[in-house]
């Protein structure tokens, strides 16, 4: 089994940043790209964005383009997300997931493991 550990999220004023982290553990699989989703309440989960994780290329969603950056550590098996000029519309759940695939055309729609979730609260 594979285990996705967020953390890092928070309560923040609008302009401010978080950075989350998402620590991956358990059984090795072809771990091909990791990535972000979140969920606010009352909305349907929506990609936020995702890092090939040979190659490290990225991919995000327009509404964060600009202001949100993952990188990755591969020594630590451990994706970021540094969120800056946060807004109250980025307020969520925030879902570390990884897959086996990277082509964006499928891991855009979801991805194969998820983490439980963190909590981002953006104040106006």
């Known amino acids: 089994q594979v285990q996705l550990v967020e953390s890092g999220g928070g309560l923040v004023q609008a302009g401010g940043s978080l950075r989350l982290s998402c620590a991956a553990s358990g059984r090795t699989f072809r771990r091909n790209s990791m990535g972000w989703f979140r969920q606010a309440p009352g909305k349907e989960r929506e990609f936020v964005g995702a890092i090939t994780w040979s190659v490290g290329i990225t991919y995000y969603a327009d509404s964060v383009k600009g202001r949100f950056t993952i990188s990755r550590d591969y020594a630590k098996n451990t994706v970021y997300l540094q969120m800056n000029s946060l807004k109250p519309e980025d307020t969520a759940v925030y879902y570390c997931?990884?897959?086996?695939?990277?082509?964006?055309?499928?891991?855009?729609?979801?991805?194969?493991?998820w983490g439980k979730g963190t909590l981002v609260t953006v104040s106006a």
């Open positions: 997931a990884a897959d086996g695939s990277s082509d964006y055309g499928r891991i855009r729609y979801g991805m194969d493991y």
